[in-house]
Structure formats: C-alpha cells, structure tokens
C-alpha cells in the first residue's frame, strides 16, 4: 500500500520560507500527479498546487502563484512544496495526496490517499 509521508512544517516568520517534502513508500505502480492542500482551522481543505509525474505539468492556485513553486524528485518518489513570501493566514496543517489517474490537476475531488499532514505556522 503506498503511504505518503509528509515533513518540513514548522514556524516562520511573515515573509519567510520554507519547504515541504513529500514521500512516498511502497508505490508499485504509478500515478499520474501528486499535489499539495492545506486546510485552516475551521475552514474547507484547499488545494494548493498539483504536478504531473510524467511531463512535469503543474497547476498552482491563484493565491500562492509566484511565490510557491512545486518541484519532484522521480527517483525519490519526492515531491516537494518550496514556499515563498509566507503569509499569516497561510498557517495550517499541509496535506499531499494522489491523483491517480489524469483528471485534471487542478481537480481537487481527484486527489486521494492523503499523508498525516505536516503543520505550518507564520508568525506576523
């Protein structure tokens, strides 16, 4: 069974970064894309970017384009979220998931088999 295990949360400062891994372990088979989402106390999980194994597309929400960037590591099985300019409200506990097969990485009911999340708090 595949598990994703993410790492590099932590405490930042306004205007900081910091950058996120993904993992990925007993992966047979592959999957089309890997994307990142974080959800907020008390608010809805948001995608945040998506990339695609093969061809390296990527989808990247309005709010963090420009100042997040979603490269991969293939023979790591790793992806990674590199996060820029950091905002308060950017503080949550982020998620990295799988879309199995192509449909659309900016598709977020795509995604499944969630990693434990890693916290990011930004401090003002």
């Known amino acids: 069974q595949v598990q994703l295990v993410e790492s590099g949360g932590g405490l930042v400062q306004a205007g900081g970064s910091l950058r996120l891994s993904c993992a990925a372990s007993?992966?047979?088979?592959?999957?089309?894309?890997t994307g990142w989402f974080r959800q907020a106390p008390g608010k809805e999980r948001e995608l945040v970017a998506g990339?695609?194994?093969?061809?390296?597309?990527?989808y990247y929400a309005d709010s963090v384009t420009g100042r997040f960037a979603i490269p991969k590591d293939n023979a790591k099985n790793t992806v990674y979220l590199q996060m820029n300019s950091l905002k308060p409200e950017e503080t949550a506990v982020y998620y990295c998931?799988?879309?199995?097969?192509?449909?659309?990485?900016?598709?977020?009911?795509?995604?499944?088999?969630w990693g434990q999340g890693t916290q990011v708090t930004v401090s003002s």
């Open positions: 990339i695609s194994w093969s061809a390296g597309n990527t």
């Open positions: 007993g992966r047979t088979v592959s999957v089309y894309g």
């Open positions: 998931a799988d879309q199995v097969e192509s449909c659309g990485l900016g598709y977020p009911e795509g995604y499944d088999n």
